[in-house]
């Protein structure tokens, strides 16, 4: 059974759209059943092209992604989120749709690479640290036995990769 995962931003248009193409990248790069989603409190819209460039560069295919609303996944007919991580400080502090399913919730958050100084050359540089490590903590994720863990040991596995 696919395991859903929900990232949310203010805006869906840079860290979550970076995030929900690296789980889905490395997802399907190690043949694991797991889809990864993202949304926003208030959608601009549009995507960040530093955020599609960083992602292309690793090559992360994001045809189909575009910015919308969390209330998207808040419908009876949305999959059921197993999963639902804020990683932007604004949306981590609203407060969010009833989802169904009750997924467990973690914040991971990261600074704006949108707000990085040096031009476009140092918003580049920011997009893909930011990748990276957003990258790096996916894996983690995707290391963890989804179809087997109970929703407290992956929550407290959650809160640790959020340490590291």
Known sequence: MTTHVL?????????SVLSEGMLNHWAQRLGRDVRAHSAGSAPSGRLNPFALEALANAGVD???????SWDAFATPDSPVMRVVIT??????????????GSPVKVHWGYPDPSNADGGEAGKRVA????????????LQLLQLPLDTMSDAALQVALREISRN
């Open 87 to 100: 990683v932007c400080d604004s949306a981590a502090a609203e407060t969010c749709p009833v989802w169904p």
């Open 127 to 138: 997009f893909e640290l930011t990748r990276q490590a957003i990258g790096y903590r996916m």
């Open 62 to 68: 994001t045809a189909g992604y575009h910015s919308k």
């Open 7 to 15: 990232v949310l931003c203010t805006h869906n248009s840079a860290r």
